[in-house]
């Protein structure tokens, strides 16, 4: 084999690994950044996290549904009408998620995992104004968990 040939290969395979890369980018992005949510930066614990704001009945009903994958930073927080007790289910949702119930002023009053496709309903407590999905895991790896007070941070 001459080192041309080679070369060549070697190219053909960058080439494919860019390839997929940039596909992997553009799915990301048309899952996540696409929706036409509001976005907003929410402090966890020590991680900041892009979260898409669902506030119509409209797109707290879809929520995540649909989606192959998010990464890792991001989410969804839905603003309810008024304080009351809540309930998820995961129809047509991919991705397995972590929630967190929040009261009026961004405190985590509890934290559960759901399954992909699973019809059972998670509950929020009597208190819940916010809910906050993300990807499971992410609360222990920001440091933060119950009884913790999110903010809002300002671009």
Same mark, same amino acid.
């Given at each position: 084999?001459?080192?041309?040939?080679?070369?060549?290969?070697?190219?053909?395979?960058?080439?494919?690994?860019?390839?997929?890369?940039? =596909? %992997?980018?553009c799915?990301?992005?048309?899952?996540?950044?696409?929706?036409? /949510? +509001?976005?907003?930066? $929410?402090?966890?614990?020590?991680?900041?996290?892009?979260?898409?704001?669902?506030?119509?009945?409209?797109?707290?009903?879809?929520?995540?549904?649909?989606?192959?994958?998010?990464?890792?930073?991001?989410?969804?927080?839905?603003?309810?009408?008024r =304080? %009351?007790?809540?309930?998820?289910?995961?129809?047509?949702?991919?991705?397995? /998620? +972590?929630?967190?119930? $929040?009261?009026?002023?961004?405190?985590?009053?509890?934290?559960?995992?759901?399954?992909?496709f699973?019809l059972?309903?998670?509950?929020?407590p009597?208190?819940?104004?916010?809910?906050?999905?993300?990807?499971?895991?992410?609360?222990?790896?920001?440091?933060?968990?119950?009884?913790?007070t999110?903010?809002?941070?300002?671009?």
């Open positions: 084999m001459s080192a041309i040939s080679a070369l060549g290969r070697l190219g053909a395979v960058v080439i494919t690994a860019l390839s997929m890369l940039l =596909v %992997g980018a799915t990301l992005y048309a899952d996540t950044a696409q929706t036409g /949510l +509001e976005e907003r930066i $929410l402090q966890i614990g020590k991680c900041r996290t892009i979260v898409e704001i669902a506030d119509t009945p409209e797109s707290r009903s879809t929520g995540l549904m649909h989606r192959d994958f998010m990464d890792q930073n991001r989410g969804m927080i839905f603003i309810f009408d =304080v %009351g007790p809540v309930g998820f289910w995961m129809k047509n949702t991919r991705i397995p /998620l +972590e929630i967190a119930f $929040l009261d009026r002023d961004l405190k985590v009053l509890a934290i559960a995992r759901m399954k992909p699973d059972s309903q998670t509950r929020g009597d208190r819940t104004l916010y809910a906050l999905e993300v990807n499971p895991g992410h609360f222990g790896r920001c440091g933060s968990g119950v009884g913790e999110l903010e809002f941070v300002e671009e």
